[in-house]
């Protein structure tokens, strides 16, 4: 199959966010979700982070999805990791997170769901009763980034891979 030089171009940009952010990143994963509130999401709103971030990335709760999430959406917007940042998307990015889990929260009208079910309907754009929202193809696509950062961006990730950690400059202590 030959290469096409947007794929490859688009290919390259993803290993260059990559190369900036894993440093960065394990600052902020692997928070101890004990006892430490949220700076601007809910309760609610980290409960359906953690759910549809555990079905697209399985170990996203756990490796502290929802705080990764809250600090960047809290921070001024050149300090945000979240990958919103790179898609150009217009901050304030707590407001896009924000109408995006109120949709999701009228999806599921406060009940459990099949978060696999949704995730599926959000990447193929059929979700029902998406509306004040972004685009759900693109919330699902800065998610999952966003959930692949917390969970194998980080030295302990690396390993779970199997993948020498090799920085470029070492990451500041865990938070």
């Known amino acids: ?10 290919g390259a940009g993803v290993a260059a966010v990559a190369a900036v952010a894993v440093p960065t990143v394990s600052r902020w994963v692997g928070k101890s979700t004990s006892g430490a509130g ?6 609610a709103e980290a409960a359906i982070l953690g759910d549809l971030g555990e079905a697209l990335v399985p170990g996203a709760r ?3 999805l929802a705080y990764y999430i809250d600090h960047h959406i809290s921070v001024p917007t050149a300090q945000s990791l979240l990958m919103l940042r790179y898609l150009d998307v217009a901050p304030p990015f707590a407001r896009v ?10 999806v599921t009208g406060g009940r459990s769901a099949d978060w696999d079910a949704i995730a599926i309907s959000l990447a193929d754009g059929s979700i029902a009763r998406w509306t004040g929202a972004p685009p759900p193809q693109l919330f699902y696509f800065a998610l999952r980034a966003d959930a692949i950062d917390v969970v194998y961006g980080t030295e302990a990730g690396f390993e779970r891979l199997g993948v020498p950690y090799l920085p470029h400059i070492e990451p500041d202590p865990r938070w």
Not at 38 to 43: A, C, E, I, Q, V
Not at 97 to 106: D, S
């Open 38 to 43: 949220y700076r601007t999401l809910t309760s």
């Open 62 to 64: 756990a490796a502290g």
């Open 97 to 106: 997170y924000q109408a995006a889990l109120a949709a999701l929260a009228r």
């Open 1 to 10: 199959m030959p290469i096409v030089r947007r794929k490859l171009l688009a």
